[in-house]
């Protein structure tokens, strides 16, 4: 396999151990990208972007990222908290008057306390890809709990429900408008809840990482799934099915569905988490230590049912290699279904993103990725 891009001389091995994510744990199509103290150490991209993989991987290939992108919506929140727009712990109501609930604030649905983790109701499946619609039913829902008594992470309705506060409160038309103003454009990334037309092509198509590739020992959502039954965890990932089958289409490719369908690369992703490290970049240097300081923990969080940790909008590092990020204690970032993974490690000084078109299995982060970081950090310690 032919790996493209850059790497300083220092991280050659970084380069080598990326080149054996294909050759030896069944990556087909990938990007990694790290920043460290503010310079682009490693650009790496290499494999095929298509299902026959005969349409090779590009510099500018982006894929869907999933999860991962729940962080540039946490960050355009918080850039209107900068700016006055938001109160952390001014009910969600406030601000939109359709919503249902009164009880549940800004601070609780950006840390996972909400309790809007999932749709109680079956929800028809192309409601995710209209915007409005999909937007009045979150308005119009229940919590799972009261809000703020548990921590239960939110697969899906987390990116819809912030994301239709972020679009009030700034007064936006749509929130990819806002993605684009006050993110992607002002750090030149390949971004996007809906791609435009003319960037389709940029597109590599997902599939599962072949069964030969997965670890052994699995603990994945179908054993939550299986355990619990049309429980928080399932109705959270599969209500409604297309949230599970449709990410291959147009229609989803160019829907705003912030909680799961963001597209991007690893430059990009890295370029933004290297941009959260510098005070008034992104954020003022006021607001920026709300991206690690702890809002909310649970040593069994009610959907993943694993200990995990959450500033405002990212997940925080710990000691587990499943949860590290990086090797500092303000660690934070967000992982996406499937393997792709971003975060930023202020006491390192590291930005790291990794992308891959195929899916893995893992809760967190994906052996794949935990490969990489161990590899990165026995270079640089």
Request: proline residues 6%.
């Amino acid at each position: 396999m032919t790996i493209n891009g850059a790497v300083s001389p220092a991280l050659k091995p970084l380069e080598q151990a990326f080149a054996e994510s294909f050759s030896q744990h069944g990556d087909t199509g990938a990007s990694l990208a790290v920043y460290h103290r503010g310079e682009l150490v490693a650009d790496l991209w290499g494999g095929y972007r298509d299902k026959a993989n005969s349409l090779p991987w590009q510099a500018d290939t982006c894929s869907n990222i999933f999860s991962a992108g729940k962080a540039l919506v946490a960050v355009l929140a918080l850039q209107l908290v900068d700016e006055g727009l938001l109160d952390l712990d001014e009910a969600v109501k406030h601000y939109w008057p359709e919503f249902a609930n009164a009880e549940a604030t800004v601070r609780q649905v950006l840390c996972h306390r909400s309790g809007y983790s999932a749709f109680k109701e079956k929800m028809a499946d192309d409601i995710i890809y209209d915007w409005d619609a999909v937007t009045a039913a979150v308005a119009r829902s229940e919590p799972w709990w009261q809000p703020g008594t548990e921590q239960g992470y939110s697969p899906m309705i987390f990116g819809w429900l912030l994301g239709e506060l972020v679009r009030r409160a700034a007064g936006a038309d749509k929130l990819n408008d806002l993605l684009q103003a006050k993110i992607a454009g002002p750090l030149g990334m390949c971004a996007w809840f809906g791609v435009p037309d003319s960037e389709l092509d940029l597109l590599a198509d997902v599939k599962g990482l072949k069964p030969e590739f997965l670890p052994p020992i699995n603990t994945s959502m179908m054993d939550i799934f299986k355990r619990e039954p049309g429980g928080v965890t399932q109705m959270g990932f599969t209500n409604p099915m297309s949230i599970m089958v449709g990410t291959n289409s147009q229609p989803w490719r160019q829907a705003q569905i912030p909680g799961g369908n963001g597209s991007s690369n690893a430059r990009s992703m890295a370029s933004f988490y290297n941009a959260l490290l510098e005070p008034d970049n992104l954020l003022s240097a006021a607001v920026q230590p709300l991206l690690w300081q702890r809002q909310s923990h649970s040593d069994c969080d009610r959907v993943l049912q694993t200990p995990l940790a959450f500033s405002l909008g990212f997940m925080l590092s710990d000691e587990r290699p499943e949860c590290r990020l990086g090797r500092g204690v303000r660690g934070f970032g967000h992982p996406g279904a499937g393997g792709c993974l971003g975060f930023a490690d202020p006491d390192h000084d590291i930005a790291f993103a990794y992308t891959s078109r195929d899916m893995g299995q893992s809760i967190l982060l994906d052996p794949r990725a935990i490969r990489l970081i161990d590899c990165l950090y026995g270079l640089i310690d």
